[in-house]
């Protein structure tokens, strides 16, 4: 398996609603990534966890709040977005240093209304 | 910190014609780098990347692309587009140590007229 799965691939969601995205490796990445993607912009990174404990957020609100409950899944947790979180959000995954395989999923396009 | 500059925001070629997206990258170490393309409406998928050894890297669906590194650069091509090559194409860079994020640059709009 080479892929990094998420789901699900569309969501609408109120602004007072509580939803969760979910991204799935099974290549043995100790490494997982969450990007966001404006229209038109390049993507631009959220969190990095690292065996499973978060290293990096780059100043992204709280109403965005990330999981990694193992290795393999990598969750990103919804609540009171606004219309401008609108974007297409993708997850990535890497193995240690050195080692070639970052892989991005197809993302989750998510539209709050 | 790491960053990537693309120049041309935006190509029209003919089909047939050849092209050449130019790519800047400033890091103070060893670089993995990377092209994606994004067709309309799509996901990233990656066309080729560079991690060591031969710096002339061959891709999918005929790209190609050169690592510079004295001039810090890694322009893609290809001989002959197509219609259905139209997309965005982004340029990408990332630390070759540790967890590192991948940085993109702005994107290129290429546009292929039949």
């Known amino acids: 398996d080479t892929e990094v799965t998420q789901t699900p691939k569309h969501l609408v969601m109120g602004m007072t609603n509580k939803k969760s995205l979910k991204c799935e490796q099974h290549m043995g990445h100790r490494a997982m990534y969450w990007y966001k993607q404006k229209a038109k912009k390049p993507p631009e990174l959220m969190f990095v966890y690292s065996y499973e404990k978060l290293s990096i957020n780059e100043s992204v609100p709280s109403r965005f709040s990330p999981e990694c409950p193992n290795s393999s899944l990598l969750n990103l947790h919804l609540h009171a977005l606004q219309p401008e979180d609108s974007a297409l959000y993708l997850c990535?995954?890497?193995?240690?240093?050195?080692?070639?395989?970052?892989?991005f999923g197809s993302g989750t396009r998510l539209t709050v209304v | 910190a790491q960053s990537v500059s693309q120049h041309n925001h935006h190509v029209i070629l003919s089909e047939a014609a050849s092209l050449e997206l130019g790519c800047n990258y400033s890091?103070?170490?060893?670089?993995?780098l990377f092209w994606y393309v994004q067709y309309p409406g799509q996901h990233l998928q990656l066309l080729l990347k560079?991690?060591?050894?031969?710096?002339l890297v061959k891709g999918i669906k005929g790209f190609e692309a050169e690592f510079i590194k004295s001039k810090f650069s890694f322009n893609l091509r290809k001989p002959s587009v197509q219609w259905s090559d139209t997309a965005e194409y982004f340029c990408?860079?990332?630390?070759?140590?540790?967890?590192?994020?991948?940085?993109f640059g702005i994107g290129t709009k290429l546009q292929v007229i039949p």
């Open positions: 560079y991690f060591s050894g031969d710096p």
């Open positions: 990408a860079v990332k630390g070759s140590g540790g967890y590192q994020k991948v940085t």
């Open positions: 890091y103070g170490g060893t670089v993995n």
């Open positions: 990535a995954s890497s193995p240690p240093s050195r080692v070639p395989g970052y892989t």
